[in-house]
């Protein structure tokens, strides 16, 4: 049993009874857990020790509350967060189903109708998240989870908080190259405010990935990720995939726009 996973079910026994370990990433764990005091199952995602010093438990335990007030069909939605010891979690309904990662690692490419579905759902999370000021700021594949045919958005709160730590502060403790690959170019150089542009275009990028079978922009390290977000347009889709129509080709050129 990992030390984490002690602490957790240490903090947190009296609430929920920590089950295992769901999976890892450079930000976060995620442990499966059973509510105790409503008999339901929960995803419990911890924040990385580094980063929630860098982050802070206030700017965490903040932005959880004003995601917290989301509900729409396509958003997880918050059940508990809170600061333990020196662990920074929020639980979640655990999501049967897989995410857009998983599929995307299973299938590569996804049929066209298929992808502009998960997108117009995506889209219509983000949509009701800005209409009440709420930017995600890490709309990504793994951030995406597909149940029951539906799509439905997660870390709302969790990529809030560490989105306004800043990436320099967080580059020091490790910023994964995985993130880099959807940031927006105004993310990418902190230049200027994030709005709900950042997140479109975030999400562009993982329409095109969805469509083409490879990240819109990807490479060796951070810098070089970061770089083409800046300066390079990806590859055409259509060179790999000529029966996308060239509306939705279109759609995912506009959402990739470097100044919107």
């Known amino acids: 049993m990992s ?8 903090v947190l026994g009296e609430r929920y009874l920590v089950e295992g370990e769901l999976g890892r990433g ?19 995602k911890v ?7 860098a982050v802070g438990a206030e700017r965490f335990l903040r932005e959880i509350r004003i995601t917290a007030q989301l509900q729409h069909p396509h958003i997880v939605p918050l059940l508990d967060s809170g600061e333990a010891g020196n662990l920074l979690y ?6 049967e189903g897989e995410s857009l990662r998983d599929r995307l690692m299973a299938r590569s490419r996804l049929p066209t109708a298929e992808a502009v579905s ?6 219509d999370a983000l949509d009701y998240a800005h209409g009440r000021g709420v930017i995600h700021r890490d709309v990504k594949p793994e951030n995406i989870l597909i149940s029951n045919g539906h799509a439905v958005v997660a870390d709302f709160g969790v ?11 967080l580059t020091g403790v490790g910023f994964p190259i995985g993130t880099a ?4 170019p105004e993310q990418a150089t902190a230049a200027a ?3 709900g542009r950042s997140d479109v275009y975030s999400l562009g990028c993982v329409l095109y990935e969805m469509l083409a079978g490879r990240m819109a922009f990807s490479g060796p390290n951070l810098r070089s990720v970061l770089t083409q977000q800046l300066t390079a347009d990806p590859p055409l889709i259509h060179i790999s995939r000529p029966d996308v129509p060239a509306t939705i080709i279109a759609i995912v050129r506009r959402c990739l726009q470097k100044q919107p």
């Open 3 to 10: 030390e984490l996973l002690q602490q957790i079910q240490q």
């Open 26 to 44: 450079g930000m976060a764990f995620v442990f499966l857990a059973r509510d105790r005091r409503y008999e339901r199952r929960v995803a419990i």
């Open 47 to 53: 924040l990385d020790p580094e980063i929630a010093t």
């Open 90 to 95: 929020a639980v979640m309904p655990f999501i």
């Open 118 to 123: 998960i997108a117009c759902e995506v889209s």
């Open 159 to 169: 990529a809030r908080a560490i989105g306004l730590a800043g990436g320099a502060t």
């Open 181 to 184: 690959a959807y940031m927006s």
């Open 193 to 195: 405010p994030v709005d």
